[in-house]
């Protein structure tokens, strides 16, 4: 099971950060996952890491404002977002990829979900 929390109201260029915590089993050798999804859009990636936090990816809306990162100790990673804009609004989620060996960017890639979070930035 995945939880996320610290969604909320933002004013544009103020910052939030998300926690996903995993419970039920071990997510330490997961790769795991941000995405996100706005009214009438698809679910869009936003950002992975690999198990060892040793590799990250970013979309390139979000690079440079958000970071990933993992405490494997805690079972739980973060999402950092910072310079927030009005078009970072949507439900934001936590995925996770059992397959240690890759780290994807693509929706089907991953078999747990938390039932997400939702991030608002007013202008």
């Known amino acids: 099971q995945l939880v996320e929390s610290g969604g909320g109201l933002v004013q544009a260029g103020g910052s939030l950060r998300l926690s996903c915590a995993a419970s039920g089993r071990t997510f330490s050798r997961y790769t795991m996952g941000w995405f996100r999804q706005a009214p009438g859009n698809e679910r869009e990636f936003v950002a992975a890491i690999s198990w060892s936090a040793g590799s990250k990816y970013y979309a390139d809306s979000v690079k440079g404002r958000f970071t990933i990162s993992r405490d494997n100790a805690k079972n739980t990673q973060y999402l950092q977002m910072n310079s927030l804009k009005p078009e970072d609004t949507a439900v934001y989620y936590c995925?996770?990829?059992?397959?240690?060996?890759?780290?994807?960017?693509?929706?089907?890639?991953?078999?747990?979900w938390g039932q997400g979070t939702q991030v608002t930035v007013s202008s």
């Open positions: 995925a996770a990829d059992p397959r240690a060996s890759t780290v994807g960017m693509v929706v089907a890639g991953y078999d747990y």
